[in-house]
């Protein structure tokens, strides 16, 4: 359930807190995961650029205008704890397995359209039905299902109780918990996917600060412009609260953080211990020295922005996720490759093999993906 508070007390934070990213991640490392679908040859973003989107001053006078109209806008849903009847209760499991079958039958390439409820009805008896709708959470290797404790709040419609897995190891979305229990309805999740792409779009002049402390005051000083100019943004969208414009602020800024200290030049890294460690090795031995690679490229100092990461690879090579990030970004390169042919391959390797957890944006999109797949999408 969404909290909604937006009143203004002078302070920014926080009611919603991003998913935290610091140099523990270091520590416990990151394993090989999902498909993150980047694209690692966009064109950069040009310093002129950057610099017109950071100069665009939200004035207090506008800022407080922002706030009030987000402050008018209330949670998208309030959940009473108000249950179905047990004959209601039945109903929904028939119909909410019935849109498990139909997306079985999908997948066995029947057609949407040529599946009809009252045929499917008479094909599974009412009991199988119910039977079936725990058996599709089990056994189905699909990444949805209908959440059994959703489906017996009377508040909630079908959309609301569908709800996506945290994959295999339970680390497939940054705060899996938080965005499971948001009942949102399919209209405010297409409008916060659009919100999301504007800021980010609007306000990636933050990654320039990248660097900066997040108790220091420069931090906090670009961190209050960046959210004032996310306020203006989200004022344009109609269903748009506080909470879901701090939400998908903090989360544009986790995106920012994760990419600048996890994935940008961390190719050449990649590449400069390759490079090393093959030339090194010789033509007959197959088993690439990574330790040689990075004690090389920590001496040369070329990398200032990894260099507490370098060493702590160094220091506890255990709990470091740098050696197995790297051996996944070089595995798929020939022994005869050349070094421009082996710095693409990295370079797509680390925007597209390595783990990063996917966060709320993502997860609705996803879901309202489902939601029209099986006929669950508004027009029903």
């Known amino acids: 359930m969404l909290d909604e508070n937006p009143a203004w007390t ?4 926080h009611k919603y807190e991003a998913p935290s990213l610091t140099s523990s991640s270091d520590a416990y490392g990151e394993t090989i995961g999902q498909d993150n679908a980047e694209r690692p040859n966009e064109i950069a973003d040009s310093p002129d650029e950057l610099a017109d989107q950071e100069n665009d001053i939200i004035s207090e006078e506008e800022f407080g205008g922002c706030l009030k109209v987000l402050a008018t806008r209330r949670a998208p849903m309030i959940v009473t704890g108000r249950r179905l009847d047990e004959e209601h209760q039945r109903e929904l499991y028939e119909r909410l397995t019935l849109y498990r079958i139909k997306a079985s039958k999908l997948a066995q390439g029947v057609c949407i359209d040529d599946q009809n409820d009252v045929a499917l009805r008479k094909e599974y008896s009412s009991d199988n039905l119910e039977n079936l709708f725990d058996y599709y959470k089990k056994a189905d290797s699909v990444d949805w299902y209908f959440d059994r404790g959703y489906c017996l709040l009377a508040d909630l419609d079908d959309y609301q109780s569908l709800v996506l897995t945290n994959g295999d190891d339970g680390r497939r979305f940054c705060d899996w ?4 229990s948001f009942f949102t ?4 999740d297409e409008e916060y996917v659009k919100l999301f792409e504007e800021i980010s779009k609007k306000i990636k002049w933050l990654k320039r600060y990248m660097e900066y402390e997040r108790a220091s005051s420069k931090w906090k000083e670009m961190d209050d412009r960046g959210f004032c100019q996310a306020a203006k943004i989200a004022a344009g969208f109609p269903r748009m609260s506080y909470k879901l414009t701090l939400m998908a602020y903090e989360e544009n800024v986790w995106n920012l953080m994760f990419d600048y200290w996890q994935r940008e030049d961390i190719d050449r890294l990649f590449f400069e211990i390759w490079k ?3 030339k090194k090795m010789g033509a007959t031995d197959k088993k690439i020295d990574f330790r040689a690679g990075l004690v090389d490229v920590c001496r040369r100092n070329i990398f200032p922005r990894y260099r507490k990461r370098m060493q702590f690879a160094l220091d506890h090579s255990t709990l470091s996720d740098l050696e197995s990030n790297f051996d996944t970004c ?5 022994d005869d490759a050349t070094e421009d042919v082996a710095w693409r391959l990295i370079t797509s390797a680390v925007w597209n093999k390595l783990h990063k957890p996917k966060m709320w944006h993502q997860y609705i999109m996803r879901k309202m993906e489902i939601a029209k797949h099986i006929g669950l999408g508004p027009q029903n």
């Open 330 to 334: 070089v595995e798929d390169i020939p």
């Open 185 to 188: 309805s399919y209209e405010i």
């Open 10 to 13: 002078g302070q920014k934070r």
């Open 177 to 180: 918990e938080t965005y499971r």
């Open 276 to 278: 090393f460690a093959t």
